[in-house]
């Protein structure tokens, strides 16, 4: 049998749905008369008041909303894994919404937590998201706001990241110790924060082993397999000269592979290639793909504990934003040159 809702009684009622929750959590501006037809519409309709419905009263549901890009990836699931233990360990619930990469889904993400009445949002920016006046908004209404991993100084709202840049410096500076001379890097839109750290991060790798950047060794493009072996395909058919690929992630590093292994490239010895992310997949593919550890659950976890420490302060934005920003991990593979 459907169970009977808030929307049930108002419209039995014919009045509204706010009416009838301020009424059945006995909102002193309804009058005493709403409250007994509410309540008394409520037995008839067998309905059982819920948490959210009971939080409407004292404002706190105990709520957190998690937003993120995807949970197509490993990265964000793990991190998700992350926010949602120590959310728990804290008597929190969260309510989770995949925004597709889409800046209008991420809008829609944060409407569906205000209507849920969530206590805060824990978000990571969406590939298309450039303004952030949704963002804005909440902090305006001081509704707390914490960015992981994809951050943006301008929002001003506390975050925790790794050092991306430190990232990028890593990856290449190792493949020029494993003897790369021409490092490729795909890369992606660069009004994200932390590629445009990855790339920067590249960049003075080389500059610092005194080995030349070479625009026709950037390449951009939408995260996805088929990015990296488009690249390889471009370099090959214009005879471009590389000996080394540092993917921004690691699904366009098993693109790379991929389209490397069908051309009769062998790995590692003619090219080497790390990716980003230490996606799950990445230690059980052949050659197993090299990359950088970005501390997911951690991230996570990090991201939890900070959030409710700022959350029972009662002051979330009476400081300048707090910032944690985790160190990188480089992992070596086979597809480097490491030791399987």
């Known amino acids: 049998m459907k169970k009977t809702t808030i929307h049930d009684i108002a419209r039995e009622l014919n009045i509204t749905f706010s009416t009838v929750a301020k009424a059945l959590n006995d909102h002193p501006r309804i009058k005493a008369s709403t409250k007994i037809a509410v309540r008394e519409m409520a037995v008839k309709l067998n309905y059982q008041q819920n948490k959210l419905a009971s939080s ?37 619930s969260i309510l989770l919404y995949q925004s597709k990469e889409l800046h209008a889904h991420e809008v829609s993400g944060i409407e569906t937590f205000l209507q849920s009445r969530v206590e805060g949002i824990i978000s990571s920016l969406a590939l298309e998201t450039s303004t952030f006046d949704h963002f804005k908004e909440l902090k305006e209404r001081g509704i707390p706001v914490l960015l992981f991993d994809r951050t943006d100084d301008e929002i001003g709202v506390p975050c925790v990241r790794i050092d991306d840049y430190r990232g990028g410096y890593m990856a290449t500076e190792h493949l020029i110790k494993q003897g790369c001379k021409r490092i490729v890097h795909i890369s992606t839109d ?35 397999i088929e990015l990296g072996m488009q690249c390889i395909q471009q370099l090959v058919d214009n005879n471009v000269d590389f000996d080394g690929i540092f993917a921004f992630e690691d699904y366009t590093g098993l693109g790379v592979l991929k389209q490397l292994k069908k051309l009769n490239i062998t790995i590692p010895n003619q090219v080497k290639v790390i990716g980003f992310a230490n996606e799950a997949f990445g230690a059980h593919i052949t050659p197993p793909l090299s990359t950088v550890d970005q501390q997911t659950v951690k991230m ?33 593979r086979e597809s480097s040159g490491g030791v399987g």
Do not use: C, W
Not at 73 to 90: C, K, P, R, W, Y
Not at 305 to 326: A, D, M
């Open 190 to 224: 660069q009004n994200v924060k932390i590629f445009k750290e990855r790339l920067r991060g590249y960049k003075e790798a080389l500059l610092h082993y005194n080995l030349p950047v070479d625009d026709k060794l950037i390449f951009y493009g939408n995260l996805s």
């Open 300 to 332: 996570g976890e990090e991201s939890a504990r900070l959030f409710l420490k700022l959350l029972k302060s009662g002051e979330y934005y009476s400081t300048t934003p707090e910032q944690i920003v985790l160190d990188p991990l480089l992992i070596i």
């Open 56 to 92: 409407l009263k004292s404002g706190k549901t105990g709520i957190v909303g998690v937003l993120v890009p995807t949970l197509d990836v490993s990265f964000f699931s793990s991190v998700v894994h992350g926010i949602e233990s120590v959310m728990n360990e804290n008597g929190y």
